[in-house]
């Protein structure tokens, strides 16, 4: 095949499923969980039913396709907050707010049954193990050039940072993000 078709019909078909995907997203925050169908998608995403089911086999996978695809770009915006020449702790810090700040604003977006289907998958652990590795390099790093504690483990202060700030998704407003920053942030510090 020309190469200009190959990426013609690429194109085409990411642009049916992410068009799939947000369809998704849109229904389950207007009407919920319990009444979506692939029919329903189909006719949001502006694509007939068969060609839905030729990306997805249900709506459940569709649901779990548009989850990894907010995870990827979830971790994708922490890489690149982390891409500076900044000290490792200047990044540290500023990954930490970019974390906190997702946390808060993806908390309305999740009723409790979506949030028990969506955090079951395989996808879903192997970017909780990406993001803490990816957090641990980042104190272990500051931790050597001083400006952290290093009497603690940097895997368990990841661990500590990540589980601290997911609260931010409960708390009202930016003034309680911030202040839930600033402790965690402080426990960071090295002991004296």
């Known amino acids: 095949m020309p ?6 019909i690429d194109a085409h078909r990411a642009a ?24 329903q998608i189909a006719e949001r995403a502006g694509i ?19 989850h ?17 020449a900044d000290p490792a702790v200047v990044r540290l810090k500023s ?12 908390a309305g977006h999740h009723s409790s049954e979506l949030a028990t289907l969506l955090h079951r998958g395989e996808h ?18 500051a931790a050597q050039a001083g400006d952290l504690r290093d009497d603690v483990d940097a895997g368990e202060l990841a661990v500590f940072c990540l589980h601290s700030l997911t609260a931010a998704g409960a708390v009202p407003g930016q003034d309680a993000v911030h202040r839930l920053i600033a402790v965690t942030l402080s426990g960071l510090r090295p002991a004296r």
């Open 16 to 39: 049916v499923r992410d068009a799939a995907l947000d369809a998704t997203a849109r229904l389950v925050a207007e009407h919920g969980l319990a009444s979506l169908t692939m029919s």
């Open 3 to 8: 190469k200009l078709w190959t990426e013609t």
């Open 48 to 66: 007939g039913r068969a060609t839905l089911y030729k990306y997805f086999p249900d709506a459940n996978a569709v649901l779990a396709a548009w």
């Open 124 to 141: 879903v652990d192997h970017a909780q193990e990406r993001l803490r590795g990816f957090v641990e390099d980042l104190i272990d790093e």
């Open 68 to 84: 990894e695809r907010q995870i990827t770009t979830h971790l994708s915006q922490l890489a690149a907050v982390a891409d500076t």
């Open 95 to 106: 990954v930490l707010q970019a974390y906190a700040q997702i946390q808060h604003r993806s």
